[in-house]
Structures are given as C-alpha cells and as structure tokens.
C-alpha cells in the first residue's frame, strides 16, 4: 500500500506518479482480466503441492515439462515494477501477489486496518503449524496499510518486533488488527495483533513506520 506504479512510456516522474515527498513512486489500482483472480488461487494451489508433493520420477518430469511450458507462456508478458496486476488489485485476497498471504482486508480506517485469512500448506513451518518468519511479512504488510489508512507521508520499516504467544494454526480463519499508536515528525509507531477468528492471541507486534526523505527509494 505504501508502493506505486510507474505509467508506461515514461518514468514515474514524467508520469505525475512520485509521490510529492518522496522519490517514491505510487501504486495505483488494477483491473486485470477476470481471469487473472482464478490464475492466481490456481498459482497458489501449485504452490502447496510444490512444497508437499512425494511424487514418483515420471510424474515430476511431467510436471516439469508442464512448468517449463508456463514460463513460456508467460514470459514474454513480463512487466516491470507497477505494471503487473499483482499487487494492485484490492479486491483479491493479498491484492494478488503471490507474496502475500491471501488475507482480504475487512476494515480500513484512520482507526484501524484489520484483514482476515488463513495460512496454506505452503507456509508450513513444521509440527503443522506456520513457520514463525510468516508472521513479520503479515504484520509489515499491516503495517504499510495502516500508515496509508492513517494518510501518514510514504514510509518504509525502521523495525518490526514481533511476540509470539502461540504457534499460528494452518488453514484456519485469522485475524490481523493494528493501528498507530503515536507519531513523532517522520516517525509513525504502529502495533497490531494476530488472533484466531475467536480472539485467541496468537503474537503481537510493534514497530517503526519513517517517512521518506527528497530523493531517499
């Protein structure tokens, strides 16, 4: 939320899309094709399997003739930062980036920034829960949407501190919830929790959140 898009054929400066304090090009909304949502959960799905398939020889040579097909397909679609969907498009879950948890945000305000969802197979992290290093990259993404829902200046992490309370159950409904907790010129201090759907606290965390310099990426 805190990112931006360059416009195609010309920089983000010729294009209006700096952001005014910063070098630091905004993102805009996508509208992909309708079928862009379904390519990514079915991505998401090839996911889980890749990190948990015991598949005999044949069947993964087959499936990596299938694979190697894909990049052909699409590579020569490749974007640059900012053009590609994903990322960008609210109404999927985790904007539909692969890298992000498939989360669907369900408050945002100068209050509060809250999104629901659950951990796959792919962020196992062993015993059948998800692996602890998941959680920073739920709380920042948090983090960034609060500063924006707060309209603080285009900031970047300073630090992220996370408690764990609980281990975080797999292919459960979550709930992450943060706010801003005080500002001090550049520096906006956030927090935010990770509970089960029922309340149950799972880790908490608080960070740093400073605005971007002239010139600073």
Known sequence: MTEATQSEGGSAEESGDLDRRSDFPRYRPATPPDSFGPFVESMRRLQDLAVSVDAPGEILDEALQQANALIGTLEPYEAREGR????????????????????????????????????????????????????????????????????????????????????????????????????????????????TADGTLLAEAHGLMVQLLPGQP
């Open 84 to 195: 590609s969907p994903a990322g960008r498009v609210v109404s999927l879950p985790g904007r539909g980036s692969l890298l992000m948890p498939p989360w669907s945000v369900e408050k945002f305000d100068a209050e509060s920034v809250r999104a629901t969802g659950v951990l796959r197979r792919y962020h196992l992290g062993g015993g059948g829960v998800a692996h602890g290093g998941v959680l920073p990259l739920v709380f920042d993404d948090n983090f960034g949407m609060i500063v924006y829902a707060a309209r603080r200046p285009i900031s970047r992490t300073a630090f992220l501190h996370v408690d764990y309370r609980k281990v975080t159950p797999l292919n459960e409904p979550l709930v992450v919830e943060g706010s801003v907790t005080s500002v001090e010129g550049r520096k906006t201090f956030v927090s935010s929790k990770l509970t």
